[in-house]
């Protein structure tokens, strides 16, 4: 993976970030030396941490409907046909299998259409598209499909897989849908192959082991040797900006989230009650609700089954990969604990999970907000491994034009 540039590259290829959130496609684009001319979304407390991180970006935000792609053009200094690569995921919630009203008539699954909108006025050379895997069966495949029918009606390419982070560097079981597009080329050659492998990580949620990529492979780094460099704090405790208490990093994916940042920021975690401290008490690493006795579950979950909630209050085992991240780290929602202390994970460590660099900061104190826009990140080495591959297809086409001259 890019060493995580943080400043503005002086050259690059060209790129706006639609449904922007915090940031964490772009990380990803920019630390392979793509220039982030302009991002969207929203949301306020994501937008103040994406313009935290990227001043040198113009951030509009507001609702993408309201988005004129003149302005755009216009700001960004851009005519269209210029744009090297649109990046960008719309709200997934309508999409996502954990929502069990989901519906193609949901409104914010129809927001694809402005991102379409605007690609037919940019005219991207590329275009990646971000959403859960929901995104390919609902409407019964209706969704996918006029996403697919409408680029290729204006001349581009397009393909569609599902990615698993952690094949890609991520110390988490991720799965996303990836919709690639480009006018330049074939939109295949965009997507990336695997670059990390561990078998007994690499694993469905059916149990069954993924398919071993081909090639020489690093190993998927582990949740502790993500974390394991982070100083003890205490439930509801930490500091937004602290040191890191001497406390040395002791593995690759450690140094590469510390480089260049000196101070540790948003290494600070929720506060929960009495009781739930005491249902921790009982959960070993690796363990979830069936470790505490039935008596201190909540009510709705002393009627479980044993093979209901597999993953409410977990606790993650350092050799091992942390479930896929939510909007909230909270023990009712998943597995959310930190594998030697009674707490809840950090901000901070959150963020290493979904490979933000420690430069990277989260704006403001509430770190609800915080833990949300994390959720809804794209892993940053995948968006690394993306922008590289995408960097490489534009460059080919460019050489074989100039070939063709």
């Not at 069966?137 to 996918?144: R, S």
């Not at 977990?314 to 909007?327: E, N």
Request: proline share 5%; charged share 25%; hydrophobic share 35%.
């Amino acid at each position: 993976m890019t060493h995580l540039r943080t400043t503005k590259p002086a050259e690059g290829l060209s790129c706006i970030d639609l449904f922007a959130g915090a940031g964490g496609f772009a990380v990803g684009f920019r630390a392979a030396d793509w220039r982030m001319l302009g991002a969207n979304d929203i949301d306020e407390a994501a937008g103040e941490t994406f313009r935290l991180n990227f001043p040198e970006t113009h951030f509009f935000q507001g609702s993408i409907a309201a988005l004129s792609v003149e302005h755009l053009l216009e700001t960004c200094g851009l005519k269209p046909g210029e744009l090297d690569c649109l990046i960008g995921g719309p709200p997934c919630q309508s999409f996502s299998y954990n929502n069990h009203k989901r519906s193609a008539d949901d409104e914010r699954a129809g927001l694809f259409r402005d991102y379409l909108r605007i690609v037919e006025g940019l005219k991207p050379k590329t275009i990646v598209m971000e959403n859960v895997p929901g995104i390919l069966t609902i409407g019964g495949g209706a969704v996918i499909e006029e996403i697919k029918t409408r680029l290729s009606s204006l001349n581009y390419t397009v393909d569609a897989t599902t990615l698993f982070a952690e094949q890609y560097g991520v110390p988490q079981a991720r799965r996303r849908v990836f919709i690639v597009a480009s006018r330049v080329g074939e939109a295949s050659e965009m997507l990336p192959s695997p670059t990390h492998w561990l078998a007994r990580l690499c694993v469905k949620r059916s149990g069954k082991p993924l398919d071993r990529p081909e090639g020489d492979l690093l190993r998927i780094p582990t949740v502790w040797q993500a974390i394991g460099d982070l100083p003890e704090i205490e439930n509801g405790g930490g500091k937004h900006v602290s040191t890191y208490a001497g406390k040395q990093a002791t593995t690759e994916y450690q140094r590469r989230m510390r480089a260049g940042s000196k101070k540790l920021h948003n290494h600070v975690c929720s506060n929960l009650g009495s009781i739930n401290i005491e249902r921790m008490s009982h959960i070993p690493e690796g363990g979830n609700w069936r470790d505490i006795p039935r008596s201190l579950l909540p009510a709705g979950m002393q009627r479980a089954e044993l093979t209901d909630h597999t993953k409410r209050y977990g606790r993650l085992d350092r050799k091992g990969l942390a479930s896929t991240l939510l909007t909230k780290c909270d023990p009712h929602w998943g597995a959310y604990i930190h594998p030697t202390q009674d707490r809840t994970i950090s901000v901070r460590e959150a963020a290493r999970l979904q490979g933000f660099p420690d430069t990277f900061h989260f704006a403001g104190h509430q770190i609800g907000y915080h833990f949300e826009q994390i959720g809804n990140a794209v892993p940053v080495p995948l968006a690394n491994a993306i922008a590289d591959c995408v960097a490489a297809h534009i460059r080919a086409a460019e050489a074989s034009e100039r070939q063709a001259a």
